[in-house]
């Protein structure tokens, strides 16, 4: 299914409509208007929110242009810069416009919050029309990650692209279909469809529901470019939170008139952030975390889940108790204020 049939599946109201960012990418984006019943039907289930789900440009739902093809290697010329340069603030703005409401609220997890730390530091604007910034795995500088990056760190940059060539990264081929469709579904694979899925992120078999493994499969990974990938290996070699380094000092000077990329600074953000973080999280690292909380200047809330890993917060069954229950309720004080 689609997200949409998804949605659907699951009782919900569904929505789906087209964002189109200042550089012509398109991405689909995902409403779901209200509980099951009504705006205000506030259910075992339903918090009566009008919820929107976004996405970023390379990734399944974000996959075409007005003036490049996803064939190119133009198409592919972006990381985690332009996502929050150019993606972040469309969607929110289209958000805004279409629900004639001021100010959202923003919940991102792993390089969604990336994104956020990069947009509400540099776009106060932007930052402006948040009411708080829910960061799930917050993933600023990656210099203690144990995940898979470290791999791709040891690769030199002009090798990388050698390697994986200069358009998508990881793509969702036929044969992660294939494993989805035709292994997962026997219970005695179960352990080569998590390393396909969990490789990056950590696995709890105990927090997961192991009868979908064919249904997240279907859907991860969803893609991204080849330029990003090398961003997040270039963050875990220099252990900083910064913009892509185009690799000579001219042509960073071209993108952004310094010979360096410039650091981001997270002691900017002026949002009202909550934080909650997994302790077996190979992807955030608890010392990352750990020297990017004081950075927070308006930190709300901060919860450490020793158990979780890199996906648990959006996988893991107790996900409803351990994250989503917190999250609504500073969510209702916030309305109440």
């Given at each position: ?311 648990d917060f959006y996988l893991g069954q107790d996900a409803p108790y351990e994250v989503d229950q917190d999250l609504i309720r500073l969510m209702e004080e916030c309305l109440q204020n």
């Amino acid at each position: 299914m689609n997200i949409s049939q998804m949605i659907s599946y699951w009782g919900y109201q569904s929505e789906m409509h087209k964002v189109i960012t200042a550089d012509g990418y398109i991405l689909q984006l995902y409403r779901i208007p209200h509980g099951k019943n009504d705006a205000n039907h506030l259910g075992r289930t339903d918090a009566g929110y009008d919820v929107w789900l976004g996405n970023s440009r390379g990734n399944t739902w974000a996959r075409t242009n007005l003036y490049y093809s996803p064939d190119s290697a133009e198409f592919w010329a972006f990381s985690f810069d332009e996502m929050a340069k150019y993606d972040l603030p469309s969607t929110i703005n289209f958000i805004l416009n279409k629900t004639g409401q001021e100010k959202l609220h923003y919940v991102g997890h792993s390089q969604g919050t990336t994104i956020g730390f990069i947009a509400f530091s540099t776009n106060l604007t932007l930052a402006q029309k948040i009411k708080t910034f829910y960061a799930l795995a917050p993933v600023g500088t990656v210099k203690y990650t144990k995940s898979l990056l470290t791999k791709l760190s040891l690769i030199p940059p002009f090798l990388f692209k050698i390697l994986f060539g200069n358009k998508m990264f990881y793509p969702h081929n036929f044969f992660e279909k294939l494993l989805g469709a035709e292994v997962c579904s026997r219970e005695i694979l179960d352990v080569l469809c998590r390393n396909a899925l969990f490789a990056m992120t950590g696995f709890d078999n105990k927090n997961l529901n192991m009868s979908r493994l064919d249904v997240y499969l279907a859907h991860n990974p969803a893609g991204t470019s080849v330029q990003n990938a090398l961003h997040w290996s270039q963050a875990v070699n220099s252990g900083q939170f910064q913009a892509f380094d185009w690799g000579n000092p001219d042509q960073n000077m071209m993108h952004f008139h310094q010979r360096t990329p410039p650091l981001y600074n997270v002691s900017k953000i002026e949002v009202p952030t909550a934080v909650w973080s997994g302790g077996q999280d190979p992807v955030a690292d608890l010392k990352d975390v750990e020297n990017l909380l004081p950075k927070i200047t308006r930190l709300l809330y901060f919860k450490l889940i020793l158990h979780y890993n890199h996906v648990d917060f959006y996988l893991g069954q107790d996900a409803p108790y351990e994250v989503d229950q917190d999250l609504i309720r500073l969510m209702e004080e916030c309305l109440q204020n």
